[in-house]
């Protein structure tokens, strides 16, 4: 699995800095006899730096859980209603993955990431990124993975799957919370020693794509956010038919996190426009429309706890 999981992780990393490009380098330090008068830089200066930067484009990343075509014109609405508010221009940029998104973000060339748990979790780590929201769904601040499989499958629950070897697992990529590393972690726990030999992985690209997988007969069972069927049960009528056989445990819903460097200004701007949303139905819908949310609530850096742990079991087994 470290095998896979390295290769994979420095493959899309590659394209993540080809996309994203990458922060500009400083420049190379003056000759002694040119030397500039040296000048103490505090920390209040630095805040105060930040407290006055100009503003003048804003950048949103998305990664889509439904087909990547869609979501530019679905949050097309957003975007235009965040750079009323804000009156600055506000960009939307469909990503090819979260690691592309974390990248862009400490690239500063993302500044409102829409990340997962897990997702949030790398960021603040390699990016130094801040959440200041999260999903609400259902009247619910946390979810789980789900497990589903077909409607005549053999397969009835999750004990099945970690007792027989061999079945086809379909699931969005290897950094979705719960398209992967919860579901993952489910399997460790239970005793799967070696996810590679033990199942037969694809990663398709999005939890719709999983489902869909399972539909046309090109997996066994798949992994998705609660209940993913709900999202192609207008283009596939039978997904509401598929059996779910389990889940997870609770997972913190996903995030609205910001790059670091915006300033306190900034970030309570930005953080308030959102916040305002739960009044605005229009807005609400667009919410619903990209990543089901019902709501936005606010949200601390040490409520992902529980995911950082699972992160960290990860860490000793694949790095």
Not at 103 to 112: F, H, L, S, Y
Not at 137 to 160: H, K, L, M, P
Not at 231 to 255: H, S
Request: some cysteine; charged content about 25%; glycine content about 6%.
């Amino acid at each position: 699995m470290k095998k896979i999981f390295t290769t994979l992780f420095s493959s899309v990393l590659a394209l993540s800095l080809v996309a994203c490009g990458t922060a500009d380098e400083p420049e190379a330090d003056a000759g002694a006899g040119d030397a500039p008068e040296e000048t103490e830089t505090t920390d209040e200066t630095t805040e105060d730096a930040a407290e006055g930067e100009e503003v003048t484009k804003l950048t949103m990343g998305f990664v889509p859980s439904q087909d990547a075509a869609n979501i530019a014109t679905t949050v097309a609405p957003l975007s235009e209603r965040l750079s009323e508010i804000l009156d600055v221009e506000v960009d939307a940029q469909v990503m090819t993955d979260y690691t592309a998104l974390v990248e862009g973000m400490r690239t500063q060339q993302i500044d409102i990431g829409f990340l997962p748990a897990f997702g949030f979790v790398q960021a603040e780590e390699r990016a130094d990124v801040e959440v200041i929201l999260k999903s609400v769904r259902n009247g619910e601040t946390s979810y789980r993975a789900q497990f589903t499989v077909a409607e005549d499958s053999e397969i009835d629950s999750i004990e099945d799957l970690i007792e027989t070897p061999g079945f086809v697992w379909a699931f969005a990529d290897l950094t979705s919370t719960s398209g992967f590393l919860f579901p993952a972690t489910t399997f460790m726990n239970a005793g799967v020693d070696n996810l590679d030999t033990h199942f037969s992985q694809t990663s398709v690209g999005g939890h719709d794509n999983a489902l869909i997988a399972v539909l046309d007969g090109q997996a066994d069972f798949a992994t998705t956010f609660e209940d993913a069927r709900e999202r192609i049960a207008d283009e596939r009528p039978e997904a509401m038919d598929m059996k779910v056989i389990g889940f997870t445990e609770p997972i913190p819903n996903d995030t609205i996190s910001l790059r670091s460097g915006l300033s306190q200004e900034w970030m309570d701007k930005i953080k308030q426009a959102f916040l305002d949303f739960n009044d605005d139905e229009e807005m609400i819908e667009v919410m619903y429309n990209v990543y089901n949310w019902d709501g936005i609530a606010e949200a601390s850096s040490d409520e992902y706890q529980i995911v950082r742990d699972t992160y960290e079991n990860f860490r000793e087994q694949f790095e």
